[in-house]
């Protein structure tokens, strides 16, 4: 089981490295087209299922 969902983590830590250099309306950008790739994940409805059902969640990175 993990903590937190992996490739939401990854996707978070690539938008840091690339909001650097960039404006706030390019990471704005990149940020919706981020947040729509982490919610076609299993471990975005496993983290939903997870707080309506008030149990911890189990991430397996799909």
């Known amino acids: 089981m993990r ?3 992996p490739r939401a983590v990854r996707l978070s830590e690539l938008l ?3 909001a ?3 404006t ?3 990471t ?3 940020l919706a087209a ?3 790739m982490a919610h076609e994940t ?3 409805c496993e983290g939903v299922d997870a707080f309506v059902e008030k149990r911890r969640p ?3 990175g799909r």
Do not use: I, V
Request: charged share 25%.
């Open 3 to 5: 903590r937190n969902p």
């Open 42 to 44: 299993a471990d975005h």
């Open 34 to 36: 981020f947040q729509a």
């Open 58 to 60: 189990s991430f397996t």
């Open 24 to 26: 706030l309306a390019e």
């Open 20 to 22: 650097q250099p960039a």
């Open 28 to 30: 704005l950008k990149l």
């Open 16 to 18: 840091l490295r690339k």
